[in-house]
């Protein structure tokens, strides 16, 4: 189980544990979220001792930001108080993630009540929790100096789905600073100055332990660098190395 010594983590895992109390005590679904991928992780961890059934989901499949609800029997999907926020705008038009987190923190709403922004060429989507979904539609009609339409159903240029490269290396062993000089392509001496100096996170977690053992499925993060699962082993070479799996996030 996940103990920190964070106040901030602290008070999410106390949320955590209110979510489950309520949903014993009321016999119903209760929810906490949006939550962040290391939150995510660690409330998952932390909850895994729940006699509750614990979901997470942030309105489509693989999301990033998520909410979790804790229930006594099964939940489906549409269930969760979740809502896409669909936009349209002229393809001439530039526009970021920054630049929709903007506009909606700027109309007092908080980022937990905000999951996944997807913004494509002329169109983008924004997962928001369902109570503030009307406040948005009524509020938003630009995005910048850029002006924007809500429409309530996904425009067909609009794809959700993370983009991600398949990656091989070979390594020596398991060992963090291995595995990060594998992906960098730096030097192991330069490899173990960034993860004494924090730079490196496993399962979102910072971690300074240079020998710390990598497992599959472990989520390597590496500032300046971006995201990587480790998929796993795909078999020896001759000289013992291992062929390692990796999925890059872009």
């Given amino acids: 189980m996940y103990i920190s010594d964070s106040k901030e983590d602290k008070v999410l895992l106390s949320k955590a544990d209110d979510i489950v109390s309520l ?6 679904p209760c929810y906490l ?4 991928e290391r939150e995510t992780y660690i409330v998952k961890d932390y909850l895994s001792w729940s006699d509750t059934n614990i979901t997470f989901y942030g309105g489509y499949d693989n999301a990033l930001r998520t909410v979790v609800c804790s229930s006594i029997g099964e939940i489906s999907q549409e269930d969760f108080p979740i ?3 669909y936009f349209t705008f002229r393809t001439c038009d530039v526009l970021t993630h920054r630049d929709f987190l903007g506009a ?10 905000i999951g996944d922004i997807i913004v494509n060429n002329g169109s983008a989507v924004v997962f928001v929790k369902s109570d503030i979904y009307d406040y948005i539609i009524s509020q938003v009609s630009k995005i910048g100096r850029v002006g924007v339409k809500t429409v309530p159903v996904k425009p067909k240029n609009l794809e959700i789905k993370q983009e991600f490269e398949n990656l091989q290396f070979l390594v020596s062993s398991m060992r ?7 992906i960098t392509n730096l030097s192991r001496q330069k490899v173990s100055e960034m993860i ?4 490196v996170y496993c399962n979102y977690l910072q971690t300074q332990n240079v020998s710390n053992k990598v497992a599959d499925n472990d989520i390597i993060s590496i500032r300046g660098f971006g995201k990587y699962i480790i998929e796993g082993q795909i078999g020896l070479t001759k000289k013992g190395r291992i062929k390692l799996s990796i999925k890059h996030f872009s």
């Fill in 196 to 199: 004494l100096s924090g730079k």
């Fill in 23 to 28: 949903s014993l005590t009321r016999k119903k």
């Fill in 104 to 113: 909606l923190i700027n109309l007092g709403i908080e980022r937990s009540c």
């Fill in 83 to 85: 809502k896409p926020v």
């Fill in 33 to 36: 979220g949006f939550l962040n």
């Fill in 176 to 182: 963090l600073d291995v595995i990060v000089a594998a």
